[in-house]
């Protein structure tokens, strides 16, 4: 509420209007000695959507303006509507009485400026200290009513000297800041008369107008938290200039979108993102893992597209991705977390342990684990076995399996040795085949030893080990002892070494430098069962040392 300076009556002003808070019946009471009066009036807020097409606009709105006393001063005013629109005008929110004056304050019904015709202008003659202030000029008509944007006049004394319009010797200057920082910002300004200097920020004085500096302004920000320009304007009865800094907050990149996964094959992941961030950045982290791993996550940068193929990945497995912008300060926070699973592949090794034992002279039962690297679901097993394994494998009889990890092969030939090889697959394709697995149709005798390996003890011996196999069917199928069968490969003569029950044999006088080729099998009171197949071990170079005195 602004009073009248008589005391004769006030003005109600609702600055910034909202709808439907503001919709309401408004009532103006009055009272005295004598009695009491009142008056009602109703407000409705129209949002810029529902206005009707005639609602005044203001084509045309007053400007900043400096004037020296005694001087005119006219305060600019156009508006459109239909009806056309009566026009009236406010000096620091209090409407401007243009008829009790005589005359020095008038409004114009028709002027012409720059082409447009004003019908509204505000013509102060004589002008005077107390006619400076805020000025705003309001178009109404039976749709409703519009304010301008307020603009200021400044009354100045005068006085005989060179004029000069004012200009800029120091103009402001950019600045980039860390978040929380502080900078000031000088503005100088010249002319004659001497300009007076104020900062504003948008629409907002930054200046009090009681305290307004003559050609100098420095504007002193602490805390800046938000990227802002600040105007500095210079005015002098000769003229009004204004020059802008743009005051930029340096701040670390904002998370990016969610990663979306557009591909995927076997060992890749293609992601794209959203950058979240409306300053450009310098390019992008891509962060992953093995899902549920404790690992750091492996970094990809310098991701200059918001699009990227991850490879290098492991088929069939989960992992874990986010993405982080980097700019000039540093790398943001990473986005959240998107889990991908790699696409399935044929498995990239054979079954484990495959192992077979007779269960009558014609039936054997053979028995595996999954493959080490199945690189997806498998469906299933294929089993392949022969008595002749000069034949490719593709001639060999063939079982699949599916759901299980062990198949029985009927209808065996009593007495014969049989090959035997498995592989998996999945969905995508098979994997590779296993090595042979030998075994004798025949009941009671052991099957292949597991895991038979060596490695050089000396330059003239090598220490086999092997996992025994196992035995059933009585006394008569335990393991009597063992038959090594090796031969060097320079040599064809082949030997045979025979010794008691066992799971490592220390095999003796060899030569230096030599590869030698091992086979073995165990024996039991029915007989030999089927060799392993052949391990090739090297032995060692013999070292020779030399001296001054002696040879060895």
């Known amino acids: 509420v602004i009073e009248f300076d008589d005391g004769s009556g006030s003005v109600l002003r609702i600055q910034p209007l909202r709808t439907p808070r503001d919709e309401a019946i408004y009532e103006c009471h009055a009272s005295n000695s004598a009695g009491e009066l009142t008056a009602t009036t109703r407000l409705s807020v129209l949002r810029e959507d529902q206005l009707p097409s005639g609602f005044p606009t203001i084509d045309m709105g007053p400007q900043l303006k400096v004037v020296e006393r005694s001087r005119t001063a006219t305060m600019l005013c156009a508006a459109s509507g239909n009806p056309d629109p009566e026009i009236t005008w406010f000096k620091d929110f209090l409407p401007v009485n243009t008829s009790n004056n005589n005359g020095r304050i008038k409004q114009l019904r028709s002027e012409s400026f720059g082409g447009t015709p004003i019908r509204g202008a505000l013509q102060i003659e004589m002008s005077e200290e107390g006619d400076q202030g805020k000025y705003e000029c309001v178009a109404t008509n039976s749709d409703g009513t519009r304010y301008s944007t307020p603009a200021n006049l400044y009354v100045r004394e005068l006085r005989e000297v060179r004029r000069v319009p ?150 069939y497995s989960h992992y874990d991705f986010r993405v982080a912008a980097v700019n000039t300060i540093g790398q943001g926070p990473s986005s959240e977390v ?104 025949k009941t009671g005798v052991p099957s292949q ?34 038959e090594l069968v090796y031969r060097r490969v320079d040599d064809a003569e082949e030997r045979k070494v025979s010794f008691e029950p066992a799971t490592t044999y220390l095999l003796k006088n060899l030569k230096p430098f030599s590869t030698y080729t091992f086979q073995l099998a165990a024996k039991s009171k029915n007989g030999i069962g089927a060799y392993t197949n052949e391990v090739s071990i090297d032995t060692p170079q013999t070292r020779r040392f030399i001296c001054a005195r002696c040879r060895v």
């Open 449 to 482: 030893p597991l895991n038979f390996k060596g490695e050089a003890k000396s330059e003239t011996s090598i220490l086999l080990s092997w996992v025994a196999p196992s035995t059933q069917g009585g006394q008569d199928s335990q393991i009597t002892g063992y």
């Open 166 to 315: 004012p200009r800029f010797s120091i103009p402001p200057a950019d600045s980039e800041i860390m978040p929380g920082g502080n900078v000031n910002i000088t503005c100088v300004a010249v002319g004659s008369p001497m300009p007076y200097v104020k900062w504003m920020l948008g629409a907002e004085d930054l200046t009090p107008e009681d305290d307004m500096p003559i050609g100098r302004n420095v504007l002193e920000l602490t805390d800046v938290r938000q990227s802002n320009n600040y105007t500095c304007v210079a005015m002098s009865t000769l003229g009004v200039i204004e020059a802008m800094a743009q005051i930029i907050v340096k701040a670390l990149p904002k998370a990016p979108g969610i990663p979306v996964v557009t591909e995927r094959t076997a060992t890749s992941i293609t992601l794209t993102w959203d950058s979240g961030n409306p300053e450009p950045v310098s390019y992008y982290v891509i962060q992953h893992r093995a899902k549920g791993s404790d690992d750091p996550y492996k970094e990809i940068d310098g991701i200059a597209t918001t699009r990227y193929s991850v490879g290098g990945l492991s088929p």
């Open 338 to 441: 998107v889990e991908a699973r790699t696409a399935e592949q044929a498995p990239s090794s054979p079954p484990r342990q495959v192992i077979g034992r007779m269960l009558s002279a014609t039936t054997a039962m053979i028995h595996w684990d999954e493959p080490e690297e199945p690189n997806g679901q498998v469906v299933g097993y294929r089993v392949y076995y022969t008595s002749d394994n000069m034949l490719p494998v593709n001639q060999w009889e063939k079982q699949m399996v599916r759901g299980t990890n062990f198949i029985t092969i009927q209808d065996l030939t009593p007495n014969k040795t049989y090959y035997i090889r498995v592989l998996a697959f999945t969905s995508v394709g098979d994997g590779p085949l296993s090595q042979d697995l030998q075994i004798i149709a």
